[in-house]
């Protein structure tokens, strides 16, 4: 996380996006429908402030900082992906795929868990921090995949639903900076201080802006396409 003053901006501004995210889509009435987006954008914001006032209470490099930072990251990861399953059914709403849905996300939690672990069982000092940086960092990858293969199922369908086709290339952006954020700081360990930490600052102010403003933007519903055309249809054919 950025500090200082710019980085106070940056919290700040994202925490009133991610405001803005809540209210918008209760403004639209889809606050239900998008309801793990909701929550994902209220309790990162409540992080993010509660990281902010533990960093200039205590400092970054104090061990309450650090146990805040890494439970609230692995909070957020789940979320993330709890985020991710609900767009899914969202998108399969009208076939049998979305029974499913549920059943194989919860086996893929599980086994990326399982992977995280196995990765640092082996070092017995501070086998807790590398679990959550691991498991962090796997939950990112399998983001990554899966919102490129709902971006691209989403793509080939024959109605678009727009805000929901938004919301998934948002999170696209988001899950590339952030995945891009590892690996930079993985081979450049230099560079880990100065314009990494920024690209996802970045990035987390993006999600929200960009959710924003499909809410706001794009007022169609999700299924407002398919009873236009069911409104035509009966239009013809009143019978």
């Not at 086994?111 to 672990?117: E, G, H, K, N, P």
């Not at 952030?178 to 996802?200: E, I, Q």
Request: neutral net charge; aromatic residues 12%; contains cysteine.
């Amino acid at each position: 996380m950025a500090l200082g003053p710019v980085g106070d901006m940056f919290v700040t501004a994202g925490f009133l996006l991610e405001a803005a995210v809540a209210v918008s889509s209760l403004y639209r009435r889809e606050f239900v429908r998008y309801l793990n987006l909701n929550i994902y954008m209220i309790l990162n914001g409540v992080a993010d402030y509660a990281l902010l006032t533990c960093a200039q209470q205590y400092g970054v490099h104090s061990h309450r900082y650090f146990i805040m930072y890494y439970s609230a990251d692995i909070l957020l990861g789940v979320l993330m992906y709890a985020l991710i399953i609900e767009l899914y059914q969202h998108a399969f709403a009208r076939t049998d795929v979305r029974e499913y849905i549920r059943l194989g996300a919860g086996m893929l939690l599980l086994i990326t868990a399982l992977f995280s672990y196995v990765m640092v069982h082996n070092q017995h000092q501070g086998i807790s921090t590398k679990f959550a940086v691991e498991l962090e960092q796997n939950l990112n990858f399998v983001g990554v995949v899966l919102t490129y293969i709902l971006a691209g199922s989403l793509l080939k369908m024959e109605e678009k639903p727009a805000r929901l086709v938004q919301i998934v290339m948002a999170l696209g952006v988001y899950f590339s900076a952030t995945a891009g954020t590892y690996a930079v700081r993985n081979l450049f360990p230099a560079l880990d201080m100065s314009f990494v930490k920024w690209l996802s600052t970045c990035a987390g102010i993006w999600l929200p802006l960009a959710c924003t403003y499909s809410f706001i933007h794009e007022t169609r519903d999700e299924s407002g396409a398919s009873a236009h055309q069911s409104a035509r249809q009966l239009a013809v054919n009143p019978q």
